[in-house]
T-cell receptor, first 113, second 114 residues
Framework: KNQVEQSPQSLIILEGKNCTLQCNYTVSPFSNLRWYKQDTGRGPVSLTIMTFSENTKSNGRYTATLDADTKQSSLHITASQLSDSASYICVVSVQTGANNLFFGTGTRLTVIP | EAQVTQNPRYLITVTGKKLTVTCSQNMNHEYMSWYRQDPGLGLRQIYYSMNVEVTDKGDVPEGYKVSRKEKRNFPLILESPSPNQTSLYFC?????????????FGPGTRLTVL
C-alpha cells in the first residue's frame, strides 16, 4: 500500500535552533519527492523537489535529503526564525497511474522567541 | 502577479443548499485540481483536469462536481452539501501533470455545512 508518513506530528523549538523533520514512504515505483511549506490560512508552497538520483538539495536555510534505498527523506531547518512556523508537507509521486501523488499529513512546526 | 485565486474564502451554509466555489489561475496552466484538507488526513484530491473539457475523479469525488469550460477557471460545485463536506478546500494548478511540475495552490476556502 502506498503511504507517506511524517514525524513528528508537531514540534516546538526556540528561535535560532535547528530542527529536522522526517518523511518515510512506501510508495513505488518512486518518481520524486517534494516538500511543501504551508503557513496558517494559506495554501502550500513548494520548497524543494528531489528525484531518485539526488541525495541533498538546499533552498536557503532549508536542506532536504533523500535516501531512496531506505525510502526516507528529511527536511533540516537551520537557524530557525519565527516565520518558519508552519506545517511542512511531504508529497511523493509515483511513475504510473493517473492519481499518483501521495501526501503526508504534515508536521506542524512552531518557533517561539 | 502569477496566482491562483479562490472565492469565497469563507462560507457557512446549510445542508442541501447548492454552492459553487470558484477557482481561477492566470498562469496559462493546463492542469488544475481540487483538494480538501481535513485534520489528521492531509490533502486529498477531489477532481482534476488535464485540460479544457477534460476532467476526472480524484480520491474523494463523491458529492462534488467540476467543470473546465475555460483554461483559467475550474469551479467546484456542491449540488447538495452535507456536514461531512465541512472542510478546507484548495484549488491548485500546474503547467503539466504535477508528477513533474510544481503545483501552485490557491489561498483556500473554509467551508462549514450546518
Amino acid at each position: 500500500k502506498n503511504q507517506v508518513e511524517q514525524s513528528p506530528q508537531s514540534l516546538i523549538i526556540l528561535e535560532g535552533k535547528n530542527c529536522t523533520l522526517q518523511c518515510n514512504y512506501t510508495v513505488s515505483p518512486f518518481s520524486n519527492l517534494r516538500w511543501y511549506k504551508q503557513d496558517t490560512g494559506r495554501g502550500p508552497v513548494s520548497l524543494t523537489i528531489m528525484t531518485f538520483s539526488e541525495n541533498t538539495k538546499s533552498n536557503g536555510r532549508y536542506t532536504a535529503t533523500l535516501d531512496a534505498d531506505t525510502k526516507q527523506s528529511s527536511l533540516h531547518i537551520t537557524a530557525s526564525q519565527l516565520s518558519d512556523s508552519a506545517s511542512y508537507i511531504c508529497v511523493v509521486s509515483v511513475q504510473t497511474g493517473a492519481n499518483n501523488l501521495f501526501f503526508g499529513t504534515g508536521t506542524r512546526l512552531t518557533v517561539i522567541p | 502577479e502569477a496566482q491562483v485565486t479562490q472565492n469565497p474564502r469563507y462560507l457557512i451554509t446549510v445542508t442541501g443548499k447548492k454552492l459553487t466555489v470558484t477557482c481561477s489561475q492566470n498562469m496559462n496552466h493546463e492542469y488544475m485540481s481540487w483538494y480538501r484538507q481535513d485534520p489528521g488526513l492531509g490533502l486529498r484530491q477531489i477532481y482534476y483536469s488535464m485540460n479544457v473539457e477534460v476532467t476526472d475523479k480524484g480520491d474523494v469525488p463523491e458529492g462534488y462536481k467540476v467543470s473546465r469550460k475555460e483554461k483559467r477557471n475550474f469551479p467546484l460545485i456542491l449540488e447538495s452539501p452535507s456536514p461531512n463536506q465541512t472542510s478546507l478546500y484548495f484549488c491548485a494548478s500546474s503547467p503539466g501533470h504535477p508528477t513533474y511540475n510544481e503545483q501552485f495552490f490557491g489561498p483556500g476556502t473554509r467551508l462549514t455545512v450546518l
